[in-house]
């Protein structure tokens, strides 16, 4: 590690939706100096032409990956399409610089060198290894919500669990796609990839992982495209083990009262969009239908934060024994949107 006490930070894939919203966090991070911005298409452009909301701020010049000098850094952090740090991955271990990926690169990956970066359930992992991989934005919020039912018990296996979840277009990343466009989006609102969307496995290995799941446990999920920035909203229906409400809010507060991130609403007031947008903030109701015996989670985070480099900068606090809500307190005055 450098003599230097602020962490070296390198950004690659910095002009990204996840990778900007990346970049304003770092910025007020008061452990944090950036030295190097990566990207592919813009290289040799500085980032405030493409965000000139970030002029007067000193920001390296965007580089090319292979002019990078690893061993300069403490910490690598990679908002890249998938396929890059998969590429990558044994070069920037061998150099020792630690690294977290926001691609789905590694979510899959197990063992001693990869840990899945769901931060309030792996903290030992995200701790001590090398390499985190920073979890889905769709899984974020399924995950947080059910894991601690499933755990404890409560969620009955024998039926299907439906996720049925919806998200701002950000989450498709910063793209040229017709879909995408917003005489295309506005006014409009549709699945996509039902039944085949590759965060299914995901969602489906970490309630394995961490909260039980048998292998061979039923999970439909369905995600949706909201015609707005930012923001998921997942409902999620399962069939419960108690027909007690105070046993199912019981079981998530026990789970998460020491958590600055994550809030149990209990009552009437439900999560919606606009009370996480632009923080690292996720909320989780439950309720319980006595007509059909169905109980229903809803969980809300923001895409970009919680879902993605709200996360990584809580797994970069953990992984260097910072607090984790440093960087995190308000929201990033330079994000999108």
């Not at 439900?270 to 109980?295: C, K, M």
């Not at 809580?314 to 330079?334: C, D, K, R, T, Y």
């Amino acid at each position: 590690m450098s003599e230097n006490p602020k962490m070296k930070v390198a950004i690659v894939g910095a002009s990204g939706y996840s990778g900007v919203c990346l970049l304003g966090l770092l910025l007020a991070h008061p452990e944090v100096e950036i030295l190097a911005l990566c990207g592919s298409s813009q290289v040799g452009e500085s980032i405030e032409s493409i965000y000139p909301r970030l002029r007067g701020l000193g920001l390296p010049q965007i580089t090319a990956f292979s002019e990078l000098d690893l061993t300069k850094i403490d910490i690598l952090f990679t908002a890249t399409p998938n396929g890059f740090v998969r590429e990558h991955f044994s070069s920037i271990l061998t150099s020792g610089v630690r690294l977290i990926d926001l691609s789905a690169d590694l979510r899959f990956d197990s063992g001693s060198e990869v840990a899945y970066g769901l931060s309030e359930w792996n903290r030992v992992g995200i701790e001590s290894a090398p390499a985190i991989a920073n979890p889905g934005c769709y899984p974020t919020a399924s995950l947080l919500a059910l894991l601690p039912l499933l755990e404890a018990g409560l969620v009955d296996l024998s039926r299907t669990i439906i996720i049925d979840a919806k998200s701002g277009v950000t989450g498709a990343g910063r793209q040229a796609e017709k879909s995408l466009l917003f005489g295309d989006l506005a006014e409009d609102f549709y699945a996509y990839k039902p039944l085949s969307h590759r965060h299914t496995p995901e969602i489906e290995l970490y309630l394995s992982r961490f909260g039980g799941a048998p292998e061979d446990f039923a999970l439909r999920f369905t995600p949706h495209l909201l015609p707005v920035k930012r923001g998921i909203l997942a409902s999620i229906h399962f069939r419960p083990s108690t027909s007690d409400l105070g046993v199912l809010q019981g079981c998530l507060l026990a789970k998460y009262s020491a958590e600055q991130f994550v809030d149990v609403l209990v009552g009437e007031a439900l999560p919606r969009l606009s009370n996480v947008r632009h923080t690292n903030f996720a909320q989780i109701w439950v309720g319980y239908d006595p007509r059909t015996g169905e109980a229903l989670l809803l969980s809300a985070i923001d895409n970009l934060m919680k879902g993605a480099a709200g996360q990584a900068v809580q797994n970069f606090n953990i992984m260097f024994g910072f607090p984790e809500a440093l960087g995190l307190a308000g929201h990033s005055v330079l994000a999108l949107g």
